[in-house]
């Protein structure tokens, strides 16, 4: 299921503690836009409602691994001048579905991993397998941190359903096989 690659590969490189690696697609939409548009794009551009559910962030509805509690949260996103081809189609894909007064669009690769592993370690486990650091860069909540995390009302959580697994998975389960880790 979601996340079980990254989580062998975590435990191969000796951090046995790790129960669970939640794999998590976030995006946050600015712009003057109802939220009724905002469902609208969810529904029709940034989840399959077979395989995937999504949420939209509200103050009475945070993320769903905010509260669990030994989560440690790394969020990838490209850095600031290398293009993100997520970002740019769903922009299209918004403009394509006729919604107007969206001025940007920002997708974040979320890993919520459980674990009671220090944070220092965590931090090893993001710069070793997650991410790409020419092209990208992370931040890390931890386990304590997360109680003081606000979600942005305009923020949408995307994850596949449990036991689907998505391309992304797939081709990180792959490059863990090809490395000689899984």
């Not at 559910?53 to 769903?64: A, G, L, M």
């Not at 449990?162 to 096989?177: F, Q, T």
Request: glycine share 6%; charged share 25%; with cysteine.
């Amino acid at each position: 299921a979601e996340g079980e690659g990254i989580k062998k590969a975590v435990i191969e490189l000796g951090f046995k503690s790790i129960k669970d690696v939640e794999f998590i697609r976030v995006y946050n939409i600015e712009g003057d836009i109802k939220f009724s548009s905002i469902n609208t794009i969810c529904r029709e551009l940034l989840s399959d409602t077979i395989t995937q559910e999504y949420c939209i962030f509200s103050k009475s509805k945070p993320p769903k691994f905010i509260n669990k509690k030994h989560f440690h949260t790394i969020e990838i996103a490209y850095n600031p001048g290398v293009m993100d081809p997520v970002e740019h189609s769903t922009l299209k894909g918004i403009k394509d579905l006729g919604i107007k007064g969206v001025k940007s669009v920002r997708a974040i690769t979320v890993y919520a991993i459980d674990s009671d592993i220090e944070d220092a370690d965590i931090e090893y486990v993001a710069e070793s397998l997650l991410i790409d650091p020419i092209t990208q860069n992370y931040s890390y909540l931890s386990v304590t941190e997360h109680s003081k995390a606000k979600p942005d009302s305009r923020t949408i959580e995307v994850a596949y359903n449990p036991g689907v697994m998505d391309p992304v998975e797939y081709s990180a389960l792959k490059a863990i096989r090809d490395l000689g880790l899984g």
